[in-house]
């Protein structure tokens, strides 16, 4: 019972740092205050609170060697990247170096950051409905609201020049400075709103990203919402509340006086068409040039091969095949396999999966499913998040009862 008090205590202490984490980034990258230093520091104790809980989780089992399947994949997932990463610092030349970055030094770094943020997401999936308010969830979405907001000038997109010129380095910054915070912020309301507001909170969500100004973002969570929406409310309710969101959605954007000939505009809504989208054109020139790297690649990653051909640790594939490049194709094949692992078991576990932090992680792990497929790369840590949130949430269920339960509820409805 201690360990159970204790655990549940680091759990809220974890979600308590990410969500102050949020708060303070947001506010750095908006009005460079408080300093970045103070969202960089938070990161230790966040990434010790997750990993205590998972040490108090382990330790409540009866035995240390009997995990359930998903704790066994995601051990051997965690610890084939490890040994990739310890292989590339070991074996990978130091001579290849771009912005002061070596290139084992960029794995390690999506490793460590990647573990905390899959701690994080184990830590998450631990809270009871008592631990906090749905009040205390939707802080960090109402923080982006009022910066967004209050940082559009003229436009309907930020201008991420201008906040770069007001940082006082020379850091330059974009809509992936702060994706990753934007998709959890943005994603709690929906799934903990009531629902007569969901319609609110998917059309104020969709907004925001749009003023973001990351398309993948914007299209992965509408998408995501109306896969979800229409298997859990059936076609014609889930019709009501998508159609009622995309109604206000359009009409905020008219209110907003939206211009079409906004160049930053017609790139979010590809006004030119797919063929002529810069982005999408270098997207399709690093998915083919990897392909020739990859047997280089295979045995433990090798992200030199980046730099050697693109002179840029950032022409990664913008998808699951990135975990190749950085990690070697064991890893590649284990994430694959967790991905669809966790699918199955959510498909088979749906009607027991009832509480708000359930449909929010459902709802994280459909956008992280199909944004690894066609937008995302492995450095998208809410990825890793949703891993850790549904490995550890599984591993309480147990099917057999579920199964005799919903047999029972079957042969006797009133009851």
């Known amino acids: 019972m201690t360990i159970s008090i204790h655990s549940r205590s680091l759990a809220k202490l974890s979600v308590a740092l990410f969500g102050l984490k ?49 704790l066994f994949l995601a051990l051997i997932l965690l610890g084939s990247i490890s040994i990739s990463v310890v292989l590339q610092q070991l074996l990978a030349t130091d001579s290849l ?6 290139p084992a030094s960029v794995s390690l770094n999506y490793l460590l950051v990647g573990l905390t943020w899959f701690c994080l997401g184990a830590a998450m999936q631990g809270l009871g409905d008592q631990d906090f308010g749905k009040k205390f969830f939707l802080i960090p979405a109402l923080v982006f609201f009022v910066c967004v907001a209050s940082n559009l000038n003229d436009g309907l997109i930020l201008n991420y020049k201008s906040i770069s010129d007001e940082k006082p380095s020379d850091l330059e910054i974009s809509h992936l400075t702060i994706g990753s915070y934007a998709v959890v912020a943005l994603l709690l309301p929906v799934a903990l709103s009531t629902r007569p507001y969901k319609f609110l909170a998917f059309a104020g969500g969709a907004l925001l990203f749009f003023c973001l100004g990351g398309r993948a973002n914007l299209f992965v969570f509408i998408l995501t919402c109306c896969v979800f929406y229409a298997s859990r409310l059936g076609l014609i309710k889930s019709t009501v509340l998508l159609g009622g969101s995309f109604a206000v959605l359009i009409l905020a954007l008219f209110l907003l006086k939206i211009d079409l000939n906004d160049a930053q505009v017609q790139k979010m809504i590809f006004y030119d068409g797919f063929s002529e989208d810069q982005s999408e054109a270098a997207r399709d020139l690093f998915f083919w040039g990897a392909l020739d790297g990859l047997p280089r690649q295979a045995l433990y990653g090798d992200p030199g091969y980046l730099i050697e051909k693109f002179y840029s640790l950032g022409a990664y594939s913008h998808n699951l095949l990135s975990a190749w490049q950085f990690f070697g194709v064991v890893p590649f094949i284990l994430f694959a396999a967790s991905m669809f692992f966790i699918s199955k078991k959510i498909f088979a576990y749906r009607f027991q999966l009832r509480t708000s932090l359930d449909e929010f992680g459902i709802l994280l792990f459909v956008f ?44 006797n409805p009133k009851r």
């Open 22 to 70: 949020i708060i303070t980034f947001v506010a750095w990258f908006f009005y460079n205050w408080p300093s970045i230093s103070i969202s960089n520091y938070l990161s230790y104790p966040l990434a010790l609170a997750g990993f205590a809980y998972v040490v108090f989780r382990f330790s409540k089992r009866k035995s240390s060697w009997e995990l359930s399947s998903g």
């Open 97 to 102: 170096m771009i912005d002061g970055l070596t």
């Open 368 to 411: 992280c499913l199909i944004s690894m497929v066609f937008v995302k790369s492995i450095n998208f840590f809410p990825f890793w998040m949703s891993l850790g949130f549904w490995f550890f949430r599984l591993d309480g269920l147990n099917f057999r009862e579920f199964n005799k339960g919903f047999v029972d509820h079957v042969e």
